[in-house]
């Protein structure tokens, strides 16, 4: 697969990007937990959760994958979206990536963009489907679904006629609230439990294996993943060890 060809793009509606960095270069900061090969098994799972909940979805129109990864066509082969190689938007850095994503889904006649990101292992069709439905509801410019921290963009929603500048990384919740009060774009937000949970540290890696273990509606690479005996015996060593670490502070 080259691509997204055009004759496949189905018009207007809203369409799903999902940005997704080389897997082989995922999740560095779980350096102390997983090794390298199992940070790039992790992130492949997660990335295939939300490939099932954005297709699983009744409200969206299509999905947009942009990635350079070697094995991006394959996977979006398997989950019946498009795919861009990163590569071919002549952008780097993810804000002018998704900016050069969304201006392809405009040109296409794509009415709203749905940015997501690809470690959100308890996203579900109906938190998607919830998103989407707030927005329109709503009418708004923007709406942006923040992690549980109250700190980074889960998702966003847009019209691709008003895109806002788009602030990802350290703090983009409030950074893009920001943007869109200097741009005059009317903004709200909206907190999903589904699309809270980014792993992007160990405590977001326990904190996922724990709600996947009890038997979260979702997540089922990620749970596959997690569940196996090497990487729970970690996982369960280390948060007795944060536990442990929780009840010395008090």
């Given at each position: 697969m080259s691509g997204v060809h055009p004759s496949q793009v189905k018009q207007q509606g809203c369409w799903a990007l999902l940005p997704m960095k080389d897997l082989v270069q995922a999740k560095t900061r779980l350096g102390g937990v997983l090794a390298s090969h199992e940070r790039r098994a992790l992130a492949q799972a997660m990335a295939e959760d939300v490939l099932t909940a954005l297709t699983g979805s009744a409200a969206l129109t299509g999905v947009l994958l942009i990635s350079d990864d070697p094995g991006a066509d394959m996977l979006a082969a398997k989950y019946g979206v498009d795919w861009l190689p990163e590569s071919a938007l002549d952008a780097s850095g993810l804000n002018k990536v998704v900016t050069a994503g969304c201006a392809v889904l405009r040109a296409r006649g794509v009415e709203s963009v749905m940015v997501v990101h690809s470690d959100l292992p308890l996203l579900t069709p109906a938190t998607v489907d919830d998103a989407l439905a707030t927005f329109e509801e709503r009418d708004v410019a923007l709406l942006l679904v923040p992690d549980r921290r109250l700190e980074g963009t889960n998702m966003l929603l847009a019209h691709t006629?008003?895109?806002?500048?788009?602030?990802?990384?350290?703090?983009?919740?409030?950074?893009?609230?920001?943007?869109?009060?200097?741009?005059?774009?009317?903004?709200?937000?909206?907190?999903?439990?589904?699309?809270?949970?980014?792993?992007?540290?160990?405590?977001?890696?326990?904190?996922?294996?724990?709600?996947?273990?009890?038997?979260?509606?979702?997540?089922?690479?990620?749970?596959?993943?997690?569940?196996?005996?090497?990487?729970?015996?970690?996982?369960?060593?280390?948060?007795?060890?944060?536990?442990?670490?929780?009840?010395?502070?008090?």
């Amino acid at each position: 697969m080259s691509g997204v060809h055009p004759s496949q793009v189905k018009q207007q509606g809203c369409w799903a990007l999902l940005p997704m960095k080389d897997l082989v270069q995922a999740k560095t900061r779980l350096g102390g937990v997983l090794a390298s090969h199992e940070r790039r098994a992790l992130a492949q799972a997660m990335a295939e959760d939300v490939l099932t909940a954005l297709t699983g979805s009744a409200a969206l129109t299509g999905v947009l994958l942009i990635s350079d990864d070697p094995g991006a066509d394959m996977l979006a082969a398997k989950y019946g979206v498009d795919w861009l190689p990163e590569s071919a938007l002549d952008a780097s850095g993810l804000n002018k990536v998704v900016t050069a994503g969304c201006a392809v889904l405009r040109a296409r006649g794509v009415e709203s963009v749905m940015v997501v990101h690809s470690d959100l292992p308890l996203l579900t069709p109906a938190t998607v489907d919830d998103a989407l439905a707030t927005f329109e509801e709503r009418d708004v410019a923007l709406l942006l679904v923040p992690d549980r921290r109250l700190e980074g963009t889960n998702m966003l929603l847009a019209h691709t006629s008003g895109l806002p500048v788009f602030h990802y990384g350290c703090g983009s919740f409030a950074a893009h609230q920001r943007a869109a009060r200097a741009q005059g774009l009317a903004c709200d937000e909206q907190r999903l439990a589904g699309a809270a949970l980014d792993v992007d540290q160990p405590a977001d890696l326990i904190d996922a294996w724990r709600r996947l273990m009890d038997g979260a509606a979702a997540g089922t690479h990620t749970r596959a993943f997690l569940g196996r005996s090497d990487i729970a015996r970690r996982l369960r060593a280390l948060s007795e060890l944060y536990a442990a670490n929780t009840r010395g502070v008090r």
